[in-house]
């Protein structure tokens, strides 16, 4: 019988150390925004983890850069991300991983006859 919930810990704390690796090499745009590869760490996040893990995963993140570890977009971490616009980002990437999540989870109930027809 394998450990489940110890490699459900191991699997949530690599994908947020994968997120944090994607903040690293931002792009600062106009308007305070920075581009990063977040955006698709969190995607994957939520599709290799499923929806409830992926957000535990993009939870344990932004707890991660609020108690102050630099983890954010260009080494950046702490309660004062809050006031910024960037912190919308970063809280839709709890939303994003557990929407991604539910659609994979859904398309793997899904019967691949009816796949096929849908693309007819």
């Known amino acids: 019988m ?8 191991a ?13 690293i090499y ?6 305070g925004i920075p581009f990063s590869l977040q ?9 290799v983890l ?9 939870m344990l993140y932004t707890s991660m850069g ?4 630099p983890v954010f977009a260009n080494g950046t971490g702490g309660f004062g ?3 910024k616009p960037s912190f919308g980002y970063i809280l839709g990437f709890i939303v994003c991983a ?13 019967k691949v006859k009816e796949n096929i027809y849908s693309w007819l």
């Open 81 to 83: 991300m809050i006031a």
């Open 39 to 47: 955006p698709l760490m969190a995607m994957l996040a939520g599709a």
């Open 66 to 69: 609020l108690v102050g570890l």
């Open 11 to 23: 699997l949530c704390a690599l994908f947020a150390a994968l997120i944090s690796i994607g903040a």
């Open 98 to 110: 557990y929407v991604v999540g539910l659609i994979v989870e859904k398309s793997k109930k899904m």
């Open 50 to 58: 499923g929806s409830k893990r992926g957000a535990i995963s993009m």
């Open 2 to 9: 394998r450990n489940t919930k110890v490699r459900d810990m």
């Open 26 to 31: 931002a792009v600062p745009l106009p308007g």
